[in-house]
């Protein structure tokens, strides 16, 4: 059974950093572009970034130069280094396998003092 597992949430204070991994299993992880996406209180799933099987990063405009997206195939798993943290980075980041529709359970980063 294809799945994805985050970890690496927690609570942090504006300026720090984080980093967050999702792990693949069931599936050829490499083949696969992934992807980060977060829901913030209230609303809606909005797209963080993405990296495709071959590289070529992509991120939201808000995130651009502060968040990395990476992948390491031979651990399956997918990173996002997120550095710069603002309030508004506050929600539950999730990983997904657009292709497959596989969702994570998501992992939940607080922004605060």
């Known amino acids: 059974q294809a799945q994805l597992v985050e970890s690496g949430g927690g609570l942090v204070q504006p300026g720090g950093s984080l980093t967050l991994s999702c792990t693949g299993s069931?599936?050829?992880?490499?083949?696969?572009?992934m992807y980060w996406y977060r829901q913030l209180p209230g609303k809606g799933r909005e797209f963080v970034a993405s990296?495709?099987?071959?590289?070529?990063?992509r991120y939201k405009d808000s995130v651009e130069g502060r968040f990395t997206i990476s992948r390491d195939n031979a651990k399956e798993t997918v990173y996002l280094q997120m550095n710069s943290l603002k309030p508004d980075d506050t929600a539950v980041y999730l990983c997904h396998n657009f292709a497959l529709n596989i969702w994570g359970n998501g992992t939940l980063v607080t922004v605060s003092a």
């Open positions: 069931g599936f050829t992880f490499s083949t696969y572009d």
């Open positions: 990296i495709y099987s071959f590289g070529n990063p």
